[in-house]
């Protein structure tokens, strides 16, 4: 086993241990280090790094784990924007005097002057896959139907998944209607076709 202090470059520690606290580096002195790999093995997995190994080495304490934080070794704590959840605005047009408007929808947590707030964000969980966009427009070479959901659009703007949206809805085709009604409660139900 390797030890974390044995794969930090010295300048490194010297300065991590003089950003940790005294309680810390008494828990650091507490543990014993182990001895670092034989030569043999080191030239075994020479393309090995110093993080892939810490990586593998348990953290014993807190302040171990403040120590590997300090030394680059785990990712940055997050970003007051990355905190502040998924924020949408979805603007409404044609699609009736109830339902045209402008709302403001906020997932994870759930808030907003949507009119149906918790549905929404349930539709783009359910919606949403690793790797696949949220909000992907119908593809160019799509076979769609020849028939009209009626003049109703819808833009969705704002930021879902940690990703910006700038997403634009329709309903003059197949498969805009079945891309719209993927996305209900966010967009407004409209029914079936005429």
């Known amino acids: 086993m ?4 044995s794969l930090v470059p010295r300048g490194v520690l010297v300065s991590a241990l003089a950003a940790l606290s005294i309680p810390s580096l008494s828990a650091l002195t507490a543990t014993p280090a ?6 043999s093995a080191a030239q075994a ?9 810490a990586s593998s080495a348990p953290a014993a304490t807190a302040g171990g784990a ?8 785990m990712p940055p704590p997050a970003r007051p ?8 605005r979805v603007v409404v047009r044609n699609a009736g005097p109830r339902l045209d408007g402008t709302y403001e ?12 707030a918790a549905g929404a964000c349930r539709a783009l969980d359910a919606n949403t896959q690793w790797g696949r966009d949220t909000f992907a427009p119908v593809a160019p070479d799509s076979v769609c139907t020849m028939l009209y ?10 930021t879902w998944a940690g990703r910006p949206v700038d997403a ?3 309903r003059g085709n197949g498969c805009e209607i079945a891309r719209w009604d993927r996305m209900v409660p966010l967009l407004p139900g409209l029914g079936p076709t005429a």
């Open 66 to 73: 403040r120590l590997m934080s300090a030394a680059g070794l």
């Open 45 to 53: 997995a020479p393309e090995a790094s110093a993080a892939q190994a």
């Open 105 to 116: 929808l906020s997932c994870h947590p759930t808030a907003g002057d949507h009119p149906d």
């Open 81 to 88: 924007e990355d905190e502040a959840g998924d924020h949408l």
């Open 2 to 5: 390797v030890s974390v202090l």
């Open 34 to 39: 182990t001895a670092a790999p034989p030569a």
């Open 168 to 170: 634009v809805y329709d």
């Open 149 to 158: 959901g009626g003049p109703a659009t819808a833009r969705v703007t704002g």
